[in-house]
Structures are given as structure tokens and as C-alpha cells.
């Protein structure tokens, strides 16, 4: 049995919205100040408009990304308060360094965004540089966790149960998921570019080649980036090897598996849409037709989105219901321990018609919001 | 008691020093920077609607103003509220297990009010140009509404931990110091676990039954005996490892014997909550409305005299008079703002919050009196001892007659460190000075007279004076709650972390969080003035 189906649907659509976020947060907070850095050195004011604008849309709604995080771990805390419980009992470092980053990071992006022409442009830069680097530095704290969500390295019982964070590190599953999810973040956020700058060229009038330019450009560190992806990403299945359960969820019929819980449709749909973007990538870089360059270039975005989600899901839910992939780990803990990583039962408190009709009352006229509010940014 | 031993017993009297120590810089550093959220975006749209009703340009500039600086600190605001709910995880890992799984609900609804904050404060900021001038009014007052929604949800939770609806405090005020008593928890046990245990015994240890029903039965036991049982559950003890092994019928104990104890107590909290009311039980806390109306009022007096402050150094500084009457007209809005805001505060809401607290927080007010020979009181100090005396019970308790709880009647370990009682005094002092302030600078804008240059300056120190005040008023709250986590329910020991870190590194998490606040502040005042 897996998750109660409204509970999953939260956690996952909170997870969701608040992933897809984090990977444009991260790649935005990558190329902003890159593109400072180019239009100082070049001199070149459209481009210095170009990441003015970004960083203006950026600012204006990267905290929505921290808030569906937010909702994320609440709505886990309400469901799973055993879960939670046990995390917070073992993972002072990981979540600690976490932490420490998120709070360095939101300043970061204040001082970078608020005090722009306001202080010297070499530290600006320097703060830039800053604020990009802590994007990678909070998916090194959280991936860790998720390792461990995959294979418990560094989990003891005696004398009390703790995390030894040396041999977490060490999770084999740990580098690849890392790597695999910082270019997954840059070829998504790339991708992105490609799509929004397509569309401005459509109406930029005498500035249509700077925004060719600038497509062609994010082509092609997206396809780079979705590369070092697939690489990465194939690193990782390999290592998922160590927790067979998993493994199999995800591959399913593909490696010959009789999983519990096949989800190798996800996995195909997921390679589906990375080969879509390979595609699109080819087609903006070399197509010859403008049309054809324009075309593939408003896909390449929504399909680099769309794969950071079904990758996720398959993440996430290829290990269900448990909380730690191996289940013959989970089954050998005493009796609380167990009981707080199986994610069949929820909470009987939370876990209730009345409160899933609240959240669909509250959640949907909250995300029409959202979406007026990108709507709004986006709008001339 | 010495200062130096005051402070011993708040951080060695009590487990887990250094854990709170942190905890109280992190959540102080989120409510600093929050109280501007709640604060100054309601202060925006007011005065946008003013704005929008006389056409004035001084009150569009003065809500931008306004809008620029809750925008500003917003995020920080997110990030240090992430800071703190990931804090509380990992040091008090327990006490989040039962939050979530016991009174989940505000905690949950917070979500949305994170959402409407998140949504509706940057589209007031980033997107006036793009709507309607009633339509961006009607943003904005959306967005204040997350926000303090988004307050009345974890204010909840708060007030549910001082004064839990189940729990009975044991004073009364007409009798005096002799009537104190353990609080007592009001529990519904399922029938099925009822019919295990040994009533006798159980009346033997302070339980009483209430009331029975097929399904429960209802019984009242001291809170002692309840916080030993939750810490042995969450500790992972078996029954026949604790407490409550001592009355269970003879003739089941083998069966349950090994039955994890915490199975036992959840069935029983769960139960107590669902009677309660599971969505309403942190809402029916005692002293919740004074708790929420104490911290939006602490909000909106923070924001006015910062209001105030920022101003007149504005005018201080300024080297032309281009602007001179648009500070004036500022200054003058926040200096009446901050005397309405200090008068409520302390005539109705503080006045409300301390009723509250004795009513149902005896020991804690004991402890913010010092109605101890341990100490020297504040009063004592400054010969004002017996004016306080009678003038407190007709405070607290409406009536002249009433006497106060006494510090040392009460058990040892139901005591809260005394030092909230200096905390709570000084709070109180510097609250009247910021009503002089207040009435001064009031006084100076309706007169219309030229600020001397030292009024202005007083001004300008104002707003550390009300984060003081306003931080002072959570360490009395929170500190005073000591020892417990939960009310009656669940102490310190129990809530804390089974892999407590490190001093330097708790210290050194403290400091980091200090050094963003500061950082913060400086990046807020280049953003609103430097050009």
C-alpha cells in the first residue's frame, strides 16, 4: 500500500512547484551575474538590461519558491510527524549547513537586487558571485539528505541512534544525485532563457538579433548542461543499484524487473522529454529555417520543466512507502523507528476528508494568484 | 541571587542552555525583521488609501516608502522564518513530532497564509504600474491580510504552549500563596486502555475521574505524573519500562508489558484532541486573542517608531529643504501612530496579556513579580515596593484584595528563572519611556514647532528602544515558560534532541544569525536613503 492518495497529491504538487522553482532560482542566480559581468566587460548595455530585467523577475518571485519549500515540509510535518521527528534527531549537520546557506542566500539576493548602482560594480559582482555559489551550496546540504533517504550511510542505533556525516558523504548515491541535479538546474534554467527570449524576439523590433543572440547562446549551455545531465544521471542509476528496491521501481520491465510498484513509464516519459529538448537544442543551434529555430526554441523551456518534475516524482516515489529505499533496513528497526518511516499511515488527526476539502478551498483561488502574478511580471 | 547567579539558573537550572540560547536568537531575529511585515505593510496600504481619498503626493511617497522597506525585509523574513522552523526541528526534534501530529492544523492553514504573503506583497510592489490604482489598493490590503493571518496561525500554536485548553492551573488570588498547586491535565482515555488500568492506584497518585462514557472516560492527573509519562514515551520506553506500569491492572501488565509506552499516550493525546476540537484547539487556548492582539500591537508600535526614527534622521541629515515638508508630514503621522500604538499596547493589550498570564500562568507571574525573599525586586530597589504591591493584584486580578502567588510556595521544579522578573520590569520601563517619546514628539508635531536637534535624535534612537522593549516582552513569555515546553503537559528534558551539538556550535549558528540581522539593516537603510 502506498501513500493516502490526497496526502501524496499534496506533498507531491507542494514538492513540485516548489522544485521547479529552486531550479530556475538556481540557474538565474548562476546567469545574472554572469551577464553583468559580460555587458561591464564588453561595455554592452543590452545585455546589462537583460539580467536587470531577469534579476527584477527574479527578485520578485524566487521567495515564492522558498514558500511552496515551506509548504512542502509542513504538509510532511502534519502527515508524517514521526518522520519529521526522527530527520530532526539526526540531522543537525546537513539540515544545519542548509540552513546557514538559505539564510546567506536570501540576504545575498536583497543586496544584490536592492543595492544595484548603489555600491562599486566589483562588489556587486562579488556579491553576485556569492549569491550563485549558495545556490549550489543548499542542493549539497538537501541532496544528502535524499542519499541518505536512499541508502542510511552513516546511520547507527548504538549506543543511541546518530548520522556520522564523514560516511553520509559518502553514500554512493550522494555525488551523482548532486551533480546530476546542479546541471539539470542549469540546462532547466537555460532552457527557460531559450523559450522567454524566443518570444521577445517576436516583438523586439530592431533588437531581434541581440535576442537571437542570446537563444542560441542559452542553446547552448542548455544542451551542455543537459549533457553533463544524462551523464551524471546515468552515474546515478548505476549507483542506485545498491538499493535494488528502488532500482527496480524505477526501471521496471525495462531490466527485466517484476517490481512492486512499476514506474518505468515515468522513467520513459521522462526520457522522452530529455530527448525533446536534445532536439529542440539541435534545431535553435543548426536549424536553418527561422521558423524552425523559433519553434523548437518555445518548447525546449516548458519540456526542461517538465522533465525537473517527472524526474522528481520518479525520485520521489519510486522508494515509496518507505521513507529509506531499503526496505529490509526499515523492517530490521525497532518498532517506533519503523512506524516512522513507512509512509502508509498517516497521520488520523490530519489525514481526514474535512481537511482536504480545506485545502482545495484555500489552495486553488491561491494558485490562480500565483499565476496571476506571473502573468503580471511577464505582461509589457 | 546575584545578576551572574540569575542567569545561571536560566541557562543551567533548566536542560539544554545553549539549544535555547540559540533558539531565542533565532526566533528573535525572524520576529525582529517580521514585525516590519506585519507592521508596515498594513501601514502601506493605509496610507495608499489615504493617498487615493486626498490626492496628497506626500502620502504616495510615504507608502512607497513604506512598501520599499516590508518588501525588502520580506525575504530575509521567509528565509530566517525557514531558519527558525528547521532550527526547531533539529533541536527540539520531540516537541515537533507532537506539534505535528497532535495540533497540526494552524500550522498547516499557515500555508496558505505563506502563499497569499508571498503572492499578493511582491505583486503590491512589483506590479502597481500594471493594474488599477483601486485594484493595487485592494493588493495591498491582501497582502497585509497573509500576513497577519499568517500570525494568527503560529500565534495559535504559541498560545496553545503557554495555556493549553486541557490544562488547569491551581491559584486562587482570594485565598492567597497556601492555594497553589500543580497544574492538572484533563485527559480523555480511550475505553479500551481505561479498563486497563487500576483506578485505585491511579487516585493514589492525584488522578480524578471526571466523567465516564462507553466510548472514554474522562480524568484529570497532575502534571507531573503526565510530563515523567511523555518524556518515558518519547525516550522510546516500553509500559513495562515506565511510570505507568504502577497502575496498570496486574493481570494485563504481561500482555502490555512490552508494548511501546509512547503507542499508549499517543492513543490518549489523540483522543484528548479530537474532544478538543482538532482544528480549534490551539484557537481555544487560554489568552489567545490578548496573545495576538499583544503582537500585532508590539508590530504596528515597532514599525511607528521606526517610522519616527527613520524620519528624523532623514531630517537630520538632509542638506537642502526640497523634502524638509514631506519629513515633517511623515514625521508627524508616525509620532501619532506611535502614541496611539504605545497607549494600546500598554493600557489594553499589555494589560490584557498580563491578566491572562496570572489567571493561567500562576508560577510565571510569581516569577515576573519576584514574590520571593531570593532577590532584591526592581520596586524594592527604587522604594517603590509597596505602591507595586497593591497596585498589582488590582491589575492582575481586578480586585485590591487579591494577593499574589508566591514564588517560594511554589515547587521547585514548577519554577521559572527569576530573571524574567528584571526582563519584565525593565520592558515596562522602557515602554513608558517610548510613551514619553511618544507624547513628546506628538506634542512637537501638533504644535508645530521646529524639533530642537537633541528631540530629533531621541527620535532616531527610538526604534532600538521598542525592538528592546518588544524583545524583552517574548524573553518574559517565552523564558517564563521554563520549565516547561508544553504547559503541563511536556518540559524541556523531553522536547529536546537525543544528539545535542556542540556549544561552539550553537553559539556560532547565534552569531551568524546576529551578523545577517545587521547586514540586513544596513542593506535596508542604503536601499531607502542613499541615492
Partial sequence: MQAPLPVSAIISLTFGLHIILVNLDMALATFIPLMEWWSLKRKDDFLMDRAKVLMRYYASTYAVAGVFGTGFTVALLSFYPQFIG?????????????????????????????????????????????????????????????????????LHLEPKPYLDVVEALANPTFLPLFLKSVFGALAAGSLVLVSAYSIRYLSAGELREKYLDLVRLYAKYGGISLLLMVIFGLWYSISLLVTPYKFNNIFGFLVGASPQHDFSWLFILKMVLVAVQFVAVYYVLKGKELTDVIGWAKVAGPAALATVFTGEMLNMHSQLPYFVAQPEVVHSLPELFKQALLTTTANTLADVPELYMITAVFLVPLLAATGAMFYLFLKD | MDPFGLIQQWLSGYPAGWERFLSMIGIEVHWFILQYVLGLSFLAVVTEAIYLKTG????????????????????????????????????????????????????????????????????????????????????????????????????????????????????????????????????????????????????????????????????????????????????????????????????????????????????????????????????????????????????????????????????????????????????????????????????????????????????????????????????????????????????????????????????????????????????????????????????????????????????????????????????????????????????????????????????????????????????????????
Avoid: C
Avoid at chain 2, 82 to 108: D, H, K, M, Q
Avoid at chain 2, 204 to 214: E, F, H, I
Avoid at chain 2, 462 to 474: D, K
Avoid at chain 2, 514 to 525: D, S
Fill in chain 1, 86 to 154: 526522527l530527520a530532526g534527531h539526526l540531522t543537525w549537520v546537513p539540515f544545519g549547513l542548509a540552513i546557514l546557506i538559505i539564510a546567506l542566500r536570501f540576504l545575498t539576493i536583497v543586496l544584490y537586487w536592492y543595492l544595484w548602482d548603489k555600491i562599486s560594480s566589483n562588489i556587486h559582482l562579488l556579491v553576485g558571485a556569492v549569491m550563485a555559489l549558495t545556490g549550489y551550496l543548499i542542493p549539497f546540504g538537501f541532496r544528502a539528505v535524499f542519499a541518505f533517504l536512499n541508502v542510511p550511510s552513516g
Fill in chain 2, 56 to 531: 496628497n503626493e506626500d502620502w504616495k511617497r510615504l507608502s512607497k516608502t513604506l512598501a520599499k522597506a516590508f518588501v525588502a525585509v520580506f525575504a530575509v523574513g521567509a528565509a530566517t522564518g525557514t531558519a527558525s522552523e528547521f532550527g526547531l526541528v533539529l533541536l527540539w526534534p520531540n516537541l515537533t513530532e507532537a506539534a505535528g501530529r497532535y495540533i497540526y492544523f494552524p500550522l498547516y492553514m499557515e500555508i496558505f497564509a505563506f502563499i497569499m504573503e508571498g503572492v499578493f506583497i511582491y505583486m503590491y510592489f512589483y506590479a502597481e504600474e500594471k493594474v488599477s490604482p483601486k485594484t493595487h489598493l485592494l493588493i495591498g490590503v491582501l497582502a497585509f491580510i497573509g500576513a497577519w493571518y499568517s500570525g494568527a496561525m503560529i500565534l495559535s500554536v504559541n498560545s496553545f504552549m503557554q495555556a493549553p485548553v486541557n490544562v488547569i492551573a491551581h491559584y486562587d488570588p482570594m485565598i492567597g500563596p497556601s492555594s497553589w498547586a500543580p497544574p492538572d491535565v484533563v485527559l480523555f482515555v480511550p475505553a479500551q486502555i481505561a479498563q486497563a488500568l487500576n483506578v485505585e492506584k491511579l487516585a493514589a497518585v492525584g488522578a480524578k475521574v471526571l466523567g465516564t462514557s462507553p466510548d472514554q472516560v474522562t480524568v484529570s492527573l497532575p502534571s507531573g505524573l503526565v510530563r515523567t509519562l511523555m518524556y518515558e514515551a518519547f525516550m522510546g520506553k516500553t509500559i513495562g519500562e515506565s511510570t505507568l506500569a504502577a497502575v496498570i491492572k496486574p493481570e494485563v501488565l504481561p500482555t502490555l508489558s512490552s508494548v511501546p509506552l509512547k503507542t499508549v499516550i499517543d492513543a490518549i493525546v489523540a483522543n484528548t484532541v479530537k474532544n478538543a476540537g482538532t482544528f480549534m484547539i490551539t484557537f481555544l487556548s487560554k489568552g489567545y486573542l490578548a496573545t495576538y492582539l499583544h503582537a500585532i500591537g508590539a508590530a504596528l508600535t515597532v514599525s511607528a517608531f521606526t517610522l519616527l526614527g527613520g524620519y528624523a534622521l532623514r531630517i537630520l541629515k538632509s542638506k537642502d529643504d526640497e523634502d524638509r515638508s514631506y519629513f515633517l508630514n511623515a514625521l508627524k503621522f508616525a509620532a501619532i501612530l506611535a502614541l496611539v500604538m504605545i497607549a494600546l499596547q500598554g493600557i489594553l493589550f499589555g494589560h490584557s496579556m498580563g491578566a491572562a498570564v496570572a489567571k493561567y500562568n500562576p508560577e510565571k507571574f510569581a516569577a515576573m513579580e519576584a514574590t520571593t525573599k531570593q532577590v532584591t525586586s526592581l520596586p524594592a530597589m527604587l522604594g517603590m515596593e509597596s505602591l507595586v504591591r497593591q497596585l498589582m493584584p488590582l491589575l492582575a486580578y481586578g480586585t485590591p484584595e487579591a494577593k499574589l502567588p508566591s514564588y517560594d510556595v511554589i515547587a521547585e521544579d514548577y519554577r521559572p528563572p527569576l530573571i524574567i522578573h528584571y526582563l519584565y520590569y525593565t520592558k515596562i520601563g522602557l515602554g513608558v519611556l517610548l510613551g514619553l517619546i511618544a507624547l513628546l514628539a506628538t506634542f512637537l508635531v501638533l504644535r508645530r514647532s521646529e524639533w530642537p536637534k537633541w528631540a530629533l535624535w531621541v527620535a532616531v534612537i527610538s526604534p532600538a528602544i521598542a525592538q528592546i522593549t518588544s524583545f524583552l516582552g517574548w524573553g518574559v513569555r517565552e523564558i517564563g515558560r521554563k520549565p516547561w515546553a508544553i504547559y503541563g503537559i511536556m518540559d524541556v528534558r523531553t522536547e529536546l534532541t537525543i544528539n545535542p551539538p556542540p556549544t561552539w556550535q550553537l553559539l556560532g549558528v547565534a552569531f551568524y544569525l546576529a551578523a545577517i540581522l545587521v547586514v540586513l539593516v544596513l542593506a535596508v537603510y542604503w536601499f531607502l536613503w542613499r541615492r
